[in-house]
Nanobody, 125 residues
């Protein structure tokens, strides 16, 4: 069964860090592009970061540049999102998603086929 499972969310204070994990089963992430997205109550889904498995190209939305880092561990079939210096506006449900186009790295979400169920991140002030 093809499946994406996110983990690592939780409740933290402003300025603290979290590392989210996205583990795939049933397929290898090395043959897909992977993106992280988030959605807060009452707001539209937002692309946070992505990574291309073709050449390792990464991209970040302006709101998280310099604070978040995306990475991939092929041996564990897992993609990570290291989130430092967290702010209350980072609060939301974080989702990982995959695209069959290995060269893809965009944050629109329209080209991603498979999605996890999300993990909650809450940052208090």
């Amino acid at each position: 069964q093809v499946q994406l499972v996110e983990s690592g969310g939780g409740l933290v204070q402003s300025g603290q860090s979290l590392r989210l994990s996205c583990t795939a089963s049933g397929f290898s992430l090395d043959y897909y592009a992977i993106g992280w997205f988030r959605q807060a109550p009452g707001k539209e889904r937002e692309g946070v970061s992505c990574i291309s498995s073709a050449d390792g190209t990464t991209s970040y939305t302006d709101a998280v540049k310099g604070r978040f880092t995306i990475s991939k561990d092929n041996a564990k079939n897992t993609v990570y999102l290291q989130m430092n210096s967290l702010k209350p506006e980072d609060t939301g449900v974080y989702y990982c998603a995959t695209a069959q186009d290995i060269t893809l790295c965009d944050l629109s979400g329209s080209d991603y086929e498979d999605w996890g169920l999300g993990t909650q991140v809450t940052v208090s002030s």
